[in-house]
């Protein structure tokens, strides 16, 4: 308590000034509480009206994002289930579904590579060598077979045995007419351009090997290896001729051809003949082949090394799609969708009932890798049909967060204001967000005016309180100086007079030697100039005070204003034990 007291006593002093500090101080309090009562109730009022606005308006972006988030996920839907029903349209059997998923591929490219499995997990398409029975000779042949396998037998005894690719060649050309079976005709043909080629006539050679192609092309895929080891024969045709280009030309169509049937053949075969496409490519010039459909098929076959490592993962995804229930085929088919590891796309899986071989149901898996790039497409036609807004911007962001596509521009991560999730691309959302500026600032300009005011009402009273509050500061100040002032000065005032007195009482006692009183006199004569100026000092601090001072600024020379100092201090000094030196 007796702290406390001395800390404020000051306000309860009875010095003159005290009252008007009290009362200062009174006011000061009095204007204070209220004004903070005022500025909390009103930033609590301002707050409470922005969250409201801001409310509003997340529920007017979120609505504008579900709806954009439903036409990308039906279309994305609506493609997978006419998919479906395309590949499984009349309950179709195994062999007619591989086809159809064959023809699929080859119609769009984009949908490779397409997956089908069983529930167990095994796949059955894409499967190296078209391991499915009765599609490699579907067509008949106008041919007896009884005439082909002797034909043939003697063409390959000629070859083979004797040598003489000549003779050769014109019994296969009687085997490939005597062909009842697409397999018969085409292992006839392959031989007749064979010795052609031995024979040393590249140019029937080529004839005979392009007719086998376009033959082998027109065939189930079972017969697709067979096209591939004739293109590559058909370049050895075009050497022995010296064509470069038209060997350049046919090393093109047996890229091309590898690349068509990259999951149609085995694994061995493929590396065999692209190691063997490699050499011939690396053998020739520059200007022989195009260049833009070079870079088009090594674009493709890095596509579809893509689609290779994708494939374990679409299978892993799909193995863990739940059972079909039991009953008759659907109408609508069940549609999953997952995403695939490393952001690589998303998996659509459907169950597809088939026709088993019994009668009874074969319930199998169809899967359908979307890429990123194909699932980007199809959220920038929505959003650019979606229409623009002066301040609301639509924008979907990846898996990854990356955005794809935003109808104003690319939707900042600050600025969203609110989000929806894809039921057909999981880890993507649709998102919408202000153009300028963030939500708080959308919803704060309602209330700006009403925030503005209660600024201005707390501010006005804040720097009232501020200006009383420095005035009183300011008169406490002066105070504070007005005292310590007084007492300086008191102080200063004791040396001279004491010093005055000292000398004054020594020369009255007569005892002071007459060679020393000049001396003397010349002290008391200095000291009453410095009691003069004191004084002096003090008519100036209250003239200073009163705004009534001035001024006349005149030369000084610092060394004879310190010498004098420092004489005043030499007796006192030298009554002390200190002796002074001076260098100036």
């Given at each position: 308590m007796p702290i406390f007291r001395g800390r404020l006593g000051w306000l309860t002093n009875r010095r003159p000034g005290g009252r008007r500090l009290r009362l200062t101080v009174g006011l000061f309090a009095a204007l204070l509480l209220p004004t903070v009562a005022l500025a909390y109730l009103s930033i609590r009022s301002v707050r409470g009206e922005a969250a409201e606005a801001r409310q509003l308006l997340e529920v007017s972006y979120r609505r504008v994002a579900d709806v954009v988030t439903a036409q990308i996920d039906a279309e994305i839907e609506q493609r997978d289930r006419t998919l479906v029903r395309r590949i499984g349209s009349g309950r179709p059997d195994l062999q007619?579904?591989?086809?159809r998923l064959h023809e699929a591929e080859r119609n769009d490219p984009v949908l490779r590579p397409l997956v089908l499995l069983e529930e167990s997990g095994i796949v059955l398409y894409p499967s190296r060598g078209w391991p499915v029975p009765g599609l490699s000779s579907r067509a008949g042949r106008r041919g007896d077979s009884r005439e082909f396998g002797p034909a043939f037998a003697a063409a390959e005894e000629s070859e083979l045995r004797e040598g003489r690719p000549a003779a050769a060649s014109r019994l296969y050309a009687a085997a490939v007419e005597t062909a009842s079976t697409d397999d018969e005709f085409l292992r006839a043909l392959n031989g007749l351009a064979r010795c052609e080629l031995k024979a040393g006539r590249p140019v029937p050679a080529a004839r005979a090997y392009e007719r086998l192609i376009a033959a082998a092309s027109a065939l189930a895929p079972a017969q697709v290896g067979r096209g591939i080891v004739a293109r590559h024969q058909l370049i050895s045709c075009y050497q022995a001729l010296g064509d470069q280009d038209g060997a350049a030309a046919a090393?093109?169509?047996?890229?091309?051809?590898?690349?068509?049937?990259?999951?149609?053949?085995?694994?061995?075969?493929?590396?065999?003949?692209?190691?063997?496409?490699?050499e011939l490519l690396?053998?020739?010039?520059?200007?022989?082949?195009?260049?833009a459909r070079f870079d088009e098929l090594r674009d493709r076959e890095s596509e579809l090394a893509q689609a290779l490592s994708f494939l374990d993962s679409?299978?892993?995804?799909?193995?863990?799609?739940?059972?079909?229930?039991p009953g008759g085929s659907r109408t609508v088919p069940a549609m999953e969708y997952a995403g695939l590891p490393g952001g690589a796309g998303v998996v659509a899986i459907s169950s597809l009932d088939l026709e088993g071989e019994a009668g009874g149901d074969l319930r199998l898996r169809l899967a359908r890798r979307w890429s990123t790039d194909e699932l980007t497409a199809v959220a920038r036609r929505i959003l650019s049909e979606s229409g623009r807004s002066s301040d609301l911007g639509i924008g979907v962001l990846a898996a990854d967060g990356v955005p794809v596509n935003a109808s104003v521009n690319e939707a900042p991560a600050a600025q969203i204001a609110a989000g929806t999730a894809l039921q057909t691309a999981p880890g993507w959302r649709v998102v919408a967000f202000p153009v300028s500026g963030s939500l708080e600032e959308l919803a704060a300009r309602d209330t700006r005016r009403y925030a503005v005011l209660m600024i201005l009402v707390v501010g006005t009273v804040v720097v009232g309180l501020t200006l009383a509050a420095r005035?009183?500061?300011?008169?406490?100040a002066l105070a504070r100086l007005r005292a310590e002032f007084v007492s300086s000065v008191s102080h200063e005032l004791k040396t001279p007079l004491a010093l005055i007195r000292v000398f004054a009482e020594n020369l009255s006692s007569q005892w002071v030697a007459e060679d020393k009183k000049a001396g003397y006199y010349e002290v008391i004569r200095r000291e009453s100039e410095r009691l003069t100026a004191l004084?002096?000092?003090?008519l100036d601090f209250s003239r200073i005070e009163a705004g009534?001072?001035?001024?006349?600024?005149?030369?000084?020379?610092?060394?004879?204003?310190t010498a004098d100092i420092l004489e005043r201090y030499r007796l006192h000094l030298k009554k002390s034990g200190v002796e002074l030196t001076t260098d100036l």
């Open positions: 007619t579904v591989l086809e090393a093109l169509d047996l890229y091309a051809a590898l690349l068509e049937a990259r999951f149609l053949v085995e694994e061995d075969f493929y590396g065999l003949y692209r190691s063997l496409l490699a690396e053998g020739q010039a520059p200007v022989s082949l195009p260049p679409v299978s892993a995804v799909a193995a863990r799609f739940p059972p079909a229930p005035s009183v500061s300011h008169e406490v004084i002096n000092n003090v009534t001072q001035s001024y006349e600024l005149v030369d000084l020379d610092l060394r004879e204003l």
